[in-house]
């Protein structure tokens, strides 16, 4: 079975600057997810990587595979981006379908 | 909007009552999800289906609960006996096992048990 630990899991912070997000998991993968949750629980597909980085707007996700590590970075934070971020790995490495979730990161952001 | 809906949005019920609630994924998606989350905790599996066939059920899934895709479109999920543990959020996802592995998420039904 997959744990996915995140770390903060809670972070406030003030607008502009750098966030940083970060996620572990214990069995070899072939994709790391990062998600998206809004008040009211509504949650949306931020990146899926198998290696390297990806880029979207402000946000940057980074994954290690040989680590077992992945980054989600967030440039120029703005309170809209206040958020609970999770990341999420496949559950048991290439086995059985769907995914096993770390707790989240509550993000707030200050104006 | 993803694409993926659940009704209802909220349900508030009473200790013992059943309660079920409603999926429809992406249309041309064969797979579906159905995962739940307590406050604070990120969301845990609870099963899932390819087309109408329920491959597998978690061991979170007490005997109260079931799950259906009687023609591999939208999906069911009931709860008999509703205790209050059962309170928590209830999300359905769906994706194409033969395309990306994302997984698309719904808006999710909150589950209050009085």
């Known amino acids: 079975k997959n744990e996915v630990e995140q770390s903060p899991q809670n972070l406030t912070a003030q607008e502009g600057e750098f966030i940083t997000i970060n996620c572990s998991y214990s069995?070899?993968?072939?994709?790391l997810h990062w998600l998206q949750q809004h008040p009211g629980g509504g949650i949306v597909s931020l990146f899926m990587l198998s290696s390297g980085k990806k880029k979207h707007g402000r946000l940057i996700a980074t994954i290690n595979i040989q680590e077992k590590h992945s980054s989600l970075h967030i440039t120029a934070s703005h309170p809209r981006d206040s958020a609970v971020y999770i990341c999420?790995?496949?559950?048991?490495?290439?086995?059985?379908?769907?995914?096993?979730f770390g707790k989240g990161t509550h993000l707030i952001i200050q104006p | 909007d993803t694409g993926v809906s659940q009704d209802p949005r909220h349900k508030i019920t009473k200790r013992g009552q059943n309660v079920t609630f409603r999926c429809d994924p992406i249309s041309e998606h064969n797979r579906l999800y159905w995962y739940r989350q307590t406050l604070g905790q990120g969301p845990e599996f609870l099963t899932y289906?390819?087309?109408?066939?329920?491959?597998?059920k978690s061991r979170l899934l007490s005997d109260r609960f079931s799950a259906e895709r009687p023609k591999g479109s939208f999906s069911t999920l009931e709860i008999q006996r509703t205790e209050q543990g059962d309170s928590a959020m209830y999300l359905c996802?769906?994706?194409?096992?033969?395309?990306?592995?994302?997984?698309?998420f719904g808006p999710g039904t909150r589950l209050t048990v009085l």
């Open positions: 069995v070899g993968i072939s994709a």
């Open positions: 999420a790995a496949p559950r048991s490495g290439g086995g059985a379908d769907g995914l096993t």
């Open positions: 996802a769906s994706r194409n096992s033969g395309a990306s592995d994302t997984q698309y």
């Open positions: 289906f390819q087309n109408e066939a329920q491959l597998e």
